[in-house]
């Protein structure tokens, strides 16, 4: 084994480990450890200040992100540290898209999120309308409207086959599409109502089969 000398504690050591391209610096983890302590003390709690990093920090004024985290409370940002803080959430992958606390799901569902707002301001429906089941009602129903089958490319609303004015509910079981029309024909009417008003029984039958489809 060769010897080397300790450049914490100025003591000769032994250590296998020593090799052309690797040079021993410490005779053991405690004079390591002493290496990693500045000269300087916690601004907050007056501890002396370690550098776990190994580099020597002369500007450190607080012992770890506990300290810095307690000096600042109370204490009002700069604009300088608020277009700093703008700027990295701006770029940060965890503040883009599906990351963030209160994604919706983008541009193709501002539609649907326009009419739960619309619905929740005017009728103070409690419950969100069930985005997954009326994607699946839409292709049960081949992209018809559920009362005449006209095409519903151009327009398609939220049926509420008992309407909220009635009591209905945003429910799986009460949602269905129709077409512009046919949405002002039933106004206030429910299925049963509607139905019957236009000698349709056949309506309540193909609830029963698009409902059973969609939720499945």
């Not at 002493?34 to 580099?55: A, P, S, Y």
């Not at 992209?143 to 086959?161: Q, R, T, W």
Request: hydrophobic share 25%; with cysteine; net charge positive.
């Amino acid at each position: 084994m060769k010897t080397y000398e300790c450049k914490s504690c100025g003591q000769e050591f032994q250590s296998k480990k020593g090799s052309k391209s690797r040079t021993p610096l410490y005779c053991s983890s405690v004079c390591y450890g002493k290496t990693l302590k500045l000269d300087i003390r916690c601004k907050l709690c007056g501890t002396q200040i370690e550098n776990k990093h190994g580099v020597k920090i002369s500007n450190r004024i607080y012992c770890s992100k506990k300290c810095q985290g307690e000096s600042r409370k109370g204490t009002a940002l700069s604009p300088e540290w608020r277009a700093a803080l703008s700027k990295g959430r701006k770029e940060s992958e965890k503040c883009k898209g599906p990351n963030l606390y209160n994604w919706k799901g983008g541009k193709e569902n501002t539609r649907l999120l326009n009419m739960m707002a619309h619905t929740k301001r005017h009728h103070g429906v409690v419950g969100k309308l069930p985005k997954v089941f009326l994607q699946n009602v839409l292709k049960a129903q081949n992209g018809n409207c559920f009362y005449c089958d006209a095409s519903l490319s151009d327009y398609k609303a939220i049926e509420h086959l008992t309407p909220l004015t009635r009591g209905g509910d945003n429910s799986p079981y009460n949602l269905m599409y129709s077409c512009k029309s046919c949405n002002s024909k039933k106004r206030t009417l429910t299925l049963e109502e509607f139905a019957i008003k236009h000698g349709r029984f056949d309506w309540l039958a193909k609830f029963d089969i698009i409902y059973a489809t969609a939720i499945s």
